[in-house]
């Protein structure tokens, strides 16, 4: 179980602007079949609004192959997987009510959790870059003397210039 645990975030994917978990995975996570997943969802279809789940079209299941050096999508689909957001991965777990279900979805809500806080923490940081970016910018001419300056020091001297007058040819 910790290795699925280590591999939940990367199981989160970003489709049409919002974070989800496909259908497989969480069938995995929750230990149910992925048949019996999609069962539990057609049977419960008030509990599953499309802010909480959708089906993926042809070209993002395409995209999301592409994705994947290796295929772990098994053979061929007769339909579109589902995508589940944070809240239907939850809604999941109630509906099919085991114990292992509950359980892991603690787990995925704190991979969610933890996924939006390396974002708030990766926007803050390309703020911050930018800002640093707009500061050199205006000082850039200076920089590139005070540089030239330092690595002239650092240069080799010219045996031309250590020759003492008067002394040898």
Same mark, same amino acid.
């Given at each position: ?73 098994? %053979? ?60 050199? %910018? ?27 007058? %008067?002394?040898?040819?």
């Amino acid at each position: 179980m910790s290795q699925e645990l280590q591999l939940l975030p990367s199981r989160i994917h970003s489709i049409r602007g919002e974070k989800v978990m496909l259908a497989s995975d969480l069938a995995e996570i929750y230990g149910v079949e992925t048949r019996a997943l999609n069962q539990a969802v057609k049977r419960n279809p008030a509990r599953f609004p499309s802010r909480f789940m959708f089906q993926l079209t042809a070209e993002e299941v395409s995209n999301l192959k592409s994705q994947f050096v290796t295929s772990s999508w098994g %053979g061929a689909r007769r339909a579109l997987p589902y995508a589940f957001t944070e809240h239907g991965a939850v809604m999941l777990a109630a509906v099919l009510n085991s114990q292992r279900a509950v359980q892991m979805s603690l787990h995925v809500v704190q991979a969610f959790v933890n996924l939006g806080h390396l974002m708030m923490e990766h926007k803050e940081l390309s703020k911050k870059i930018e800002a640093l970016e707009g500061k050199v %910018g205006k000082y850039d001419k200076q920089l590139q003397e005070v540089i030239g300056a330092i690595r002239m020091m650092f240069a080799p001297p010219n045996p031309e210039d250590r020759k003492i007058k %008067g002394f040898g040819k």
